[in-house]
């Protein structure tokens, strides 16, 4: 059950939502990149595995569009025994598909967003509508921060986000999504 104060800050998420591109906050983060969240993944380093199924998905052409998105990405790494399914495989494209969305939040959120909204939070925990309709729950441990979902996926924020013309690229250290849906 969402709180009051929990359900203040989804409405200032669905705000910042309405936002067409993210900016750099004022504490130092980098400028908006000018090319898109799939230009984006190309060739990142510790991201060619989530690269792989965002083709594979047949769902590249949403984030080359318009946007904004936010893509909480699990580094290569992270892919490494997290579940059954090979989601670069052609004979697993729809879970490839449900993969990406249960990844994927609607609106540029940067992790300066994130850390305020928990930092506004009387329970310490933010919810985030995903874009297959679940529930992405973030909290603290100590400095970290750490996105779950309600089917046990669990992941720590890390590395650089990345700000694209059309949303937020958010490295994460696990796969979200534990067991797809065939």
Known sequence: MIRVS????????ALAACNPAPSADAGGAAEPSSRTLAAEL????????????????GLEKVLEGVGPYTVFAPVDDAFDGATAFDFRDEAEKAQAAALLRSHMVPGAVTRADVSAA??????????????????????REGEAIVATL????????T??????????????????????AA
């Open 118 to 139: 928990l930092g506004r939070a009387e329970d310490g925990k933010v919810e985030m509508r995903t874009l297959d309709n679940g529930l992405i729950t973030f909290t």
């Open 42 to 57: 190309k060739g990142a380093g510790d991201l060619g595995t989530l690269e792989a199924v965002l083709v594979n998905s």
């Open 6 to 13: 929990t359900a203040a800050v989804l409405a200032a998420f």
């Open 159 to 180: 590395g650089e986000e990345v700000l694209a013309s059309n949303g937020v690229i958010q490295p994460i250290d696990g796969v979200l999504l534990m067991a797809p």
């Open 150 to 157: 309600a089917d046990g996926g669990r992941a720590v924020l």
